[in-house]
């Protein structure tokens, strides 16, 4: 089964095609380019190394969120718009279990990190055991003195994501030996895994209408809307 991973939920525009368990290509890039200039030329390009359309696509996965909301918004229309061409279905995959994905059979518990920006990370965590991969705690959006909290009752932690780079020194002084970080390769989003847990929650396919953002909170204009001119206006 052929699989078209997407991921535009960070400054990062990652597209991925796998076959199986096999990764046929995977195309990332990380530069100040818009993800509306980048992603479908990426995808275009990928599938013609490939020698594939997007007609030989059995499904679409695409990162829902959280993220940055333009981001989001770009890489899920991108897949509505994929699947509904081609006919095929989409499959959801949030942003957080994915970048714990980039860590395959880790023995440490793994807490990806993304900068939300105003002191907070959007964080979960995960990790492998006897039973697979699993959450241990759902996404959501805390303080990163909140998050390394969480973090206190194991021996070892793997931090992934890009709020890495933002906090690595400061939880390195709370944590100290106990804190581990992904390298270079593996710290930030990949539409390979994207695609990987798309092939594994399959059965999760829904139609290219039903994919929605999962934004965890609300955007900075409704914030300053809400601010201005209280909750119950909007």
Same mark, same amino acid.
């Given at each position: 089964?052929?699989?078209?991973? #997407? ?30 200039? $980048?992603?479908?030329?990426? #995808? ?47 499959? =959801? ?10 860590? =395959? ?6 807490? =990806?990190? $993304? ?28 303080? #990163? ?56 929650? #399959? ?32």
């Amino acid at each position: 089964m052929k699989i078209l991973g #997407i991921d535009t939920s960070s400054a990062v525009a990652s597209a991925a095609l796998i076959d199986d368990e096999k990764l046929i290509a995977e195309y990332t890039l990380n530069l100040k380019k818009t993800h509306s200039e $980048m992603l479908l030329p990426m #995808i275009s390009a990928m599938l013609d190394a490939c020698s594939c359309s997007a007609e030989d696509i059995d499904a679409f996965a695409v990162s829902v969120g959280p993220g940055s909301f333009t981001g989001l918004r770009i890489g899920i229309a991108t897949a509505k718009g994929l699947a509904h061409a081609t006919g095929k279905k989409v499959v =959801p995959v949030g942003t957080l279990p994915a970048l714990a994905f980039n860590l =395959p059979m880790c023995e440490h518990l793994i807490v =990806p990190i $993304m900068d939300a920006r105003r002191s907070q990370v959007y964080t979960g965590t995960y990790i492998w055991d006897e039973e697979g991969f699993r959450e241990i705690e759902e996404p959501r959006a805390v303080s #990163i003195d909140e998050c390394i909290e969480d973090c206190g009752n194991f021996l070892d932690v793997v931090f992934v994501g890009d709020g890495v780079p933002v906090y690595r020194e400061y939880i390195t002084d709370k944590l100290g030996e106990h804190a581990k970080f992904a390298p270079p390769g593996n710290l930030l989003q990949r539409a390979s895994s994207v695609a990987a847990l798309g092939l594994r929650n #399959i059965d999760s396919a829904v139609s290219c209408h039903n994919v929605v953002p999962f934004y965890i909170r609300k955007s900075q204009a409704e914030r300053e809307y809400e601010e201005k001119h209280g909750k119950d206006t909007i």
